[in-house]
């Protein structure tokens, strides 16, 4: 059972919008801790995507943004391709647990 | 170009010990924490604990899970942080990985900015 709540699955079209939920609580998200997400193709390395909750690292495109609000964070990825079949992560940090992670996220591109 | 390589992996008995490396280049090493994940078969990533740099003591934190079996430390004149696991169990067989971490000094929080491409532990009888 993962600190913090993702969907297991999300699917979407090529060319189109999709968005990775993320909940947490008051000890994690919700304390104003920064929410950070991860990108896995299976094989590979897993990718930072998103750091301090809405910035991208160099290379990253700006199909992908990050937001956060009260005790929950989004992905959201825009034009959709296929490269982007990938497992997503969020992660922050809790005021009792240190390091949290939510439990991924399966994006399909249908 | 920052590099990662883990190395050490392999299979191991319940019960018994193994030691991680993670060679760390392109980067200049005792600035950063460093991390440790792993990654069971079908499972998520889990993080499995944090090294800091020296500059905030060298301290350690780690997930429940792996408390008190599980060891990071770090060597920085050559570039390597390691992971010592004991007392293995079956669940302790994933890939494992280590990456680079930015720590923030005003809150203690951190992200893990690059990976290495994990090295497979098996632990099997």
């Known amino acids: 059972q993962s600190v913090l709540t993702q969907p297991p699955s999300v699917s979407g079209a090529p060319g189109q919008r999709v968005t990775i939920s993320c909940t947490g609580s008051?000890?994690?998200?919700?304390?104003?801790?920064?929410v950070h997400w991860y990108q896995h193709l299976p094989g590979t390395a897993p990718k930072l995507l998103i750091y301090g909750n809405s910035n991208r690292p160099s290379g990253v495109p700006d199909r992908f943004s990050g937001s956060k609000s009260g005790t929950s964070a989004s992905l959201a990825i825009s034009g959709l391709q296929s490269e982007d079949e990938a497992a997503y992560y969020c992660q922050s940090y809790d005021s009792s647990l240190s390091v949290v992670f939510g439990g991924g996220t399966k994006l399909t591109v249908l | 170009e920052v590099q990662l390589v883990e190395s050490g992996g392999g299979l191991e008995k319940p019960g018994r010990s193994l030691r991680l490396s993670c060679t760390a280049s392109g980067f200049t090493f005792g600035d950063y924490a460093m991390s440790w994940f792993r990654q069971a078969p079908g499972k998520g990533l889990e993080w499995v604990g944090f090294?800091?740099?020296?500059?905030?003591?060298?301290?350690?934190e780690y997930a429940a899970s792996v408390k008190g079996r599980f060891t990071i430390s770090r060597d920085d004149s050559k570039s390597i942080a390691y992971l010592q696991m004991n007392s293995l169990k079956t669940e302790d067989t994933a890939v494992y990985y280590c990456?680079?971490?930015?720590?923030?000094?005003?809150?203690?929080?951190?992200?893990?900015?690059?990976w290495g491409q994990g090295t497979l532990v098996t632990v099997s009888s």
């Open positions: 090294i800091r740099s020296k500059a905030y003591g060298g301290t350690t």
């Open positions: 008051s000890s994690n998200i919700g304390a104003g801790y920064d």
């Open positions: 990456t680079s971490t930015h720590y923030y000094d005003s809150s203690g929080e951190v992200y893990f900015q690059h």
